[in-house]
């Protein structure tokens, strides 16, 4: 099992999320629900596209890190 990490982006008009350890992995979505359910079909399709293509499945290797800070 491998666990990618997911950035999820709000735009003006919707979510939109990528994969940074699988360049060319991107959905967009009107929810956070929905992009969700999304990236992780993107994601599926994608490592089936690279077995396919005889590509090695990268190693997730982002961190993601939230830093709090106080706003005067």
Known sequence: ???????IERG????S???PDLPGCVTTGKTVEEV???IR?????H???MLE????IPEPSTAVAYVEMRVA
Request: aromatic share 6%; glycine share 6%.
């Open 12 to 15: 003006r008009d919707n979510l």
């Open 36 to 38: 969700e359910r999304n």
């Open 1 to 7: 099992m491998k666990k990618y990490a997911v950035v």
């Open 53 to 56: 293509d005889g590509e090695a």
């Open 17 to 19: 999320a990528y994969v």
């Open 47 to 49: 490592l089936e596209g």
């Open 41 to 45: 079909e993107a994601i599926e399709l």
